[in-house]
């Protein structure tokens, strides 16, 4: 396995067990989300206080700055946008 792959799994994991924690799911619920899983509008803990709970959480738990110009509708549409964020920003560091 590269580097990158495991940098891959590592903030797959690490995303949901903090959306698990934000959002108050079970391990399980989110263990099953995929890239095209609904976030914002489709799970109804993630309102718009949960939306900037999750975001701190990100920004303290992966050691990255999320900017208020990042975050738009697309970033929290789904898992998949989600972790491509995640992933593109923790490179950046």
């Known amino acids: 396995m590269t580097p990158e792959m495991d940098h891959d799994i590592d903030m797959d994991q690490r995303l949901r ?16 989300f995929t890239a095209n899983t609904g976030l914002f ?10 939306v900037a709970h999750l975001l701190t959480e990100m920004e303290d738990r992966l050691h990255i700055t999320v900017e208020d110009n990042e975050v738009d509708g697309e970033l929290l549409d ?7 964020y995640a992933h593109t920003k923790t490179q950046a560091v």
């Not at 067990?17 to 099953?32: C, N």
């Not at 789904?78 to 491509?84: E, V």
């Open 17 to 32: 067990r903090i959306l698990a924690d934000v959002l108050a799911l079970s391990p399980a619920v989110v263990a099953g």
């Open 41 to 50: 509008g489709h799970l109804p803990a993630l309102d718009s206080m949960a």
């Open 78 to 84: 789904t898992y998949g946008h989600l972790l491509a």
